[in-house]
């Protein structure tokens, strides 16, 4: 057992890394929205799952069946990135307009909005197996399984780790979501619309005595949120070269998991939720074997939430720093 | 309240009406309830009626569907009613109950062969046990950290049940035994089967009917037992908790005792809806309890009017017929069913029977949905104003 454990210890170390850095990118949408609304925003996992459509949306459309190399490559996976962006920010943003923000008018309790995120959840994600996947995808009969994405990057051997080889595509996934944490928390804590989330966050009836269009800030953070969701889809889709109608539902509350770990409301807590629980999994699956995993992830998270509610870093978007 | 909506005029007709009847209901002396009481047993026992089956279901039998999804989902909803409406815990693993009813009787009853009846009140007992287990650790968290620690166990349940092989795994456990029939029951020298054409005790494969009228008996005294709480001391310390649950616990209420209860009560429901339906189908897998079953029952609780019964048990009516009912839409039915639930939450988030108590925190626009509803109150009111200028 012990020998097992020494073995793929650096395995999946780096697979943890790679799946904590994608669990990091969804958790900051929960995390934000949950950190200015106090709102779970249950559609969120459907926000991701058409970031993957989104972004498998651009070789598609390049007739992409080969790996690419050089600018080619750089140039896809940049448009892969921006794709997946563009599709989940328009969806979050869709999903506050329609679902939310007409329950949040009227003043109803969390229980609707959380009855209408489940309805828009299914909706969205029925749309995708009937509707998108077979028309848009051409893909009538096949539609509802899986559906593979070309090989786009030579996966070759970057450098090992005491013999354990890391993969190029590993180091790019791990590398790609730090970057984006890094922009999002200048973002959140060095510009105007940060400093708006942050202060409806603390106290939404003062902010708007200060002048802060808190419409404008809610509809900012889910555009953040479901943009941050848009890149883990097109980089989980570049790591797992398959995506499906379904994809979002465990990879939701993984990362939803992964927030309240960290700490809700906290982006930092986000990422090292994020990672802690890629890592965590990956470790524990060595013990217990793969089937396990997400009992495992369920778990902590229970645990977790039983001897320190408010997670590692502390819940709290409004104390982020000024 | 300024309503701009063209709807609004429909919604408080609807409201007004509702109130109409619900006076007059308050004010209906004793024997003229019993005697609806009464009518609405024989009317609940007399549905699976062939006459009804055209219209009720022209794709599915009407009598199948009318054990399940249609029964089952309002005694589950009945089941989380307790939990959600009352006591105002948030759960979203509710189906790991009916789970642990459902594997509890196909075990039981393939492993040791008991009898049914007994599977029943074992079950029951273990449900409660499962609900305690489950509810002394995680009902000191609150909100929406308990709706997705519930949901977890749920998951976890799931996939434990698929990855243990002694439970049968991803293939579940089949053969599961019929309660023991009781044939040619006859009461008052009437023999049933000769005068009905349905023999109500004979629990075979072919005939849903029993199964149904075994159903409608446990709703009965579910709906009974759930009726008597609310209106006792347990019930006012729900609504309590459910309402301010440090105001209860200055009050002198014990909350944690109380919410355990209501998760254990919830959870027997649940299970014992577990045992039946396990009990009718003979063999269960791990894929009939997904968190899309937990999701539907909460959607059904609170599209009918969390924390009211009749309300509740319309709204799992809804649920569950309206996909069958079209399923000439066939797969479009779910898409369907979500854009509805959306727009149900829109228009009228009390649900559509909603109780006196709650429709009133939303016209104050207290109990709101987090900072922004609870806060910041009124929609066109202070916010766009002030935002505006």
Known sequence: ?322 | MNQKNPLAGFRDGLGRFGDAVHDRWLSTPGWQRWVLYVLLIVGALLLPSESLAPIMSPYTDWATILFFPIGTYVVLAIGLNVVVGQAGLLDLGFVAFYAVGGYAMALIGTRLGWNFWLILVVGIGICALSGLTLGAPTLRLRGDYLAIVTLGFGEIIRITARNTDEIGGPNGIRGIPHPPSIEDFSLFGVNFSEVFGVDPFKYGNLNTHPYYYLLVALAVIVIILVKRWEKSRVGRAWAAIREDEDAAEVMGVPTFRFKLLAFAIGASIGGAMGVLWAAKSISINPNDFQFLLSATILAAVVMGGSGNLPGVMLGAFLVAWLPERFRGLQEYRMLIFGAVLVALMIFRPEGLLPSRQRKAELQEGTGGMGTLGAEVPGPDSQVEEVASK
């Open chain 1, 1 to 322: 057992m012990l020998n097992d454990f020494i073995n793929q210890f650096w395995p999946a170390t780096i697979d943890g890394l790679a799946f904590g850095s994608i669990y990091a990118l969804i958790a900051l949408g929960y995390t934000m929205v949950y950190g200015v609304l106090r709102l779970i925003n249950f559609a969120h996992s459907e926000v991701f799952m058409i970031g993957t459509f989104g972004a498998m949306l651009v070789p598609f459309v390049f007739g992409i069946n080969s790996p690419l190399t050089g600018i080619a490559l750089v140039g896809v996976v940049v448009a892969m990135i921006l794709a997946g962006m563009l599709a989940s920010a328009g969806t979050a943003i869709a999903l506050e307009r329609i679902a939310y923000r007409p329950l949040r008018k009227r003043g109803a309790s969390r229980l609707a909005a959380l009855i209408s995120a489940i309805g828009a959840s299914i909706f969205l994600q029925e749309l995708f197996a009937l509707l998108v996947i077979p028309e848009v995808f051409n893909r009538p009969e096949q539609g509802r399984i899986q559906m593979a994405l070309p090989r786009l990057m030579e996966r070759s051997e970057l450098f090992s780790i005491f013999g354990h080889p890391v993969r190029i595509d590993q180091i790019f996934v791990i590398l790609a979501a730090i970057g984006m944490m890094i922009a999002l928390d200048a973002l959140v804590n060095r510009s105007k619309i940060g400093r708006g989330i942050r202060a409806t966050a603390q106290n939404p009836e003062a902010a708007v005595l200060m002048g802060v269009d808190i419409n404008r800030i809610v509809r900012m953070t889910f555009l953040i949120g479901g943009g941050m969701a848009g890149v883990a889809g097109a980089l989980y889709l570049i790591s797992y070269e398959n995506t499906h109608y379904f994809v979002g539902f465990l990879f939701g509350i993984k990362a939803f998991t992964a927030a309240v770990l960290g700490g809700i409301g906290n982006l930092r807590g986000a990422l090292v939720g994020g990672i802690t629980l890629g890592l965590v999994e990956n470790y524990g699956a060595i013990f217990f074997g793969s089937d396990w995993k997400h009992v495992i992830s369920f778990t902590i998270l229970v645990l977790v939430l039983m001897f320190r509610p408010t997670g590692i870093l502390g819940e709290s978007l409004q104390q982020a720093r000024a």
